[in-house]
């Protein structure tokens, strides 16, 4: 049993939580919060399991890491803590664990991410013997493994697009939705997602991962943005009202250009409530989805919807990036000391789970 700690239990580190105990060859030993009111804690009830793992969260990272558990989730946010986060992980790492994680966007493509940022993780893996795999949770996955998977399918490729589409209001976090986003500002707020530049440091990567896959140099990277205001005012369960007039749908591109040409392409298309922009990609109930459509010879499309937390689409999504993060955790362990990316580690069978259930 590879003993486990998740470090972190927000949207992500719930679902990591679940993911672990979940896994034949995981054990859950400890789990870390920054909350002191989540200290003392059950992971269990942590991760709205609904019964006991009997692991009580904890605030210490000393002791947690002197535990020297041999793999560690780290779903602690990376957004606005990018050197924090990328501190704490390489402490992991010098342990001589396996860190998997969502939360340092410049490493999902370690080949292209700042010379300084990846001679620190090299570093720390060279003194401790630990390794590191990040993966997103747009999900990470639905930008790497499955266009490249699906392109296989294809005689002939013209292009490869990636799109989240998803119905912001249901998702819990209401500062990135409102801040980060910029959902319910006004139409002259500038969202901190989609600065110029910004876009492509958090997805870039995954896009030359997919240039990388298919064989073929991405010559330049370019970002397309639009905005519409909502015509209405609207309610939301979890977020109070978002006002007309402001901002109410987002949606960006980060374009890999090959040959001239946007032949791989990153999109999202997110939305407050569905009357706004109805002429953007939905989905037909219009709760959300990851979808890949192949261009070529024959078009494929391929839509995958994930539900979690009473039938949350955002919560969905969240599981089945930690499902991948989590799920690489055995392979890694078996792999050696190292700095992987998603062309490395491979998307392997739920081996073991079937049927599997707990009391």
Same mark, same amino acid.
């Given at each position: 049993?590879?003993?486990?700690?998740?470090?972190?239990?927000?949207?992500?580190?719930?679902?990591?939580?679940?993911?672990?105990?979940?896994?034949?060859?995981?054990?859950?030993?400890?789990?870390?919060?920054?909350?002191?009111? /989540?200290?003392?804690?059950?992971?269990?009830?942590?991760?709205?399991?609904?019964?006991?793992?009997?692991?009580?969260?904890?605030?210490?990272?000393?002791?947690?890491?002197?535990?020297?558990?041999?793999?560690?989730?780290?779903?602690?946010?990376?957004?606005?803590?990018? =050197?924090?986060?990328? !501190? =704490?992980?390489?402490?992991?790492?010098?342990?001589?664990?396996?860190?998997?994680?969502?939360?340092?966007?410049?490493?999902?493509?370690?080949?292209?991410?700042?010379?300084?940022?990846?001679?620190?993780?090299?570093?720390?893996?060279?003194?401790?013997?630990?390794?590191?795999?990040?993966?997103?949770?747009?999900?990470?996955? !639905?930008?790497?493994?499955?266009?490249?998977?699906?392109?296989?399918?294809?005689?002939?490729?013209?292009?490869?697009?990636?799109?989240?589409?998803?119905?912001?209001?249901?998702?819990?976090?209401?500062?990135?939705?409102?801040?980060?986003?910029?959902?319910?500002?006004?139409?002259?707020?500038?969202?901190?997602?989609?600065?110029?530049?910004?876009?492509?440091?958090?997805?870039?990567?995954?896009?030359?991962?997919?240039?990388?896959?298919?064989?073929?140099?991405?010559?330049? &990277?370019?970002?397309?943005?639009?905005?519409?205001?909502?015509?209405?005012?609207?309610?939301?369960?979890?977020?109070?009202?978002? /006002?007309?007039?402001?901002?109410?749908?987002?949606?960006?591109?980060?374009?890999?250009?090959?040959?001239?040409?946007?032949?791989?392409?990153?999109?999202?298309?997110?939305?407050?409530?569905?009357?706004?922009?109805? =002429?953007?990609?939905?989905?037909?109930?219009? !709760?959300?989805?990851?979808?890949?459509? &192949?261009?070529?010879?024959?078009?494929?499309?391929?839509?995958?919807?994930?539900?979690?937390?009473?039938?949350?689409?955002?919560?969905?999504?969240?599981?089945?990036?930690?499902?991948?993060?989590?799920?690489?955790?055995?392979?890694?362990?078996?792999?050696?000391?190292?700095?992987?990316?998603?062309?490395?580690?491979?998307?392997?069978?739920?081996?073991? /789970?079937?049927?599997?259930?707990?009391?």
């Amino acid at each position: 049993m590879v003993s486990t700690l998740v470090w972190g239990t927000g949207n992500v580190g719930r679902a990591a939580i679940r993911a672990v105990d979940a896994h034949p060859a995981l054990d859950l030993t400890a789990v870390l919060v920054h909350d002191p009111a /989540k200290a003392g804690r059950d992971a269990g009830d942590l991760a709205g399991l609904g019964r006991p793992l009997g692991v009580r969260a904890t605030t210490d990272v000393d002791a947690a890491l002197r535990a020297r558990p041999r793999a560690v989730v780290y779903a602690a946010s990376g957004d606005i803590r990018p =050197d924090e986060a990328l !501190g =704490d992980i390489t402490r992991a790492i010098r342990t001589g664990a396996v860190v998997v994680t969502p939360s340092l966007y410049a490493l999902y493509d370690p080949r292209d991410a700042p010379p300084e940022m990846r001679a620190r993780v090299l570093d720390a893996v060279a003194e401790g013997g630990g390794s590191l795999f990040v993966s997103g949770v747009d999900p990470g996955w !639905g930008n790497d493994v499955l266009p490249l998977l699906v392109s296989g399918l294809a005689g002939t490729v013209d292009a490869v697009r990636c799109q989240e589409i998803f119905d912001y209001s249901v998702y819990d976090q209401e500062d990135s939705v409102r801040y980060l986003v910029g959902m319910g500002q006004p139409m002259d707020y500038e969202p901190p997602m989609i600065a110029p530049t910004v876009p492509t440091m958090v997805w870039g990567g995954q896009v030359r991962l997919i240039a990388r896959g298919l064989g073929v140099r991405v010559e330049e &990277i370019r970002e397309s943005v639009q905005r519409r205001p909502l015509d209405a005012t609207v309610s939301t369960a979890t977020m109070g009202e978002f /006002k007309a007039g402001t901002q109410g749908a987002l949606r960006f591109e980060v374009q890999g250009i090959v040959g001239g040409e946007p032949r791989i392409v990153v999109e999202h298309v997110t939305r407050i409530h569905p009357s706004c922009a109805p =002429d953007w990609p939905a989905t037909p109930d219009q !709760g959300g989805a990851h979808r890949v459509i &192949i261009e070529g010879r024959p078009r494929i499309e391929v839509t995958v919807e994930a539900t979690d937390e009473d039938g949350n689409r955002a919560a969905g999504g969240n599981a089945t990036a930690a499902g991948r993060l989590v799920n690489a955790i055995e392979w890694l362990a078996e792999a050696g000391p190292g700095l992987y990316d998603a062309l490395d580690v491979p998307l392997r069978p739920a081996t073991g /789970k079937l049927g599997r259930s707990h009391p």
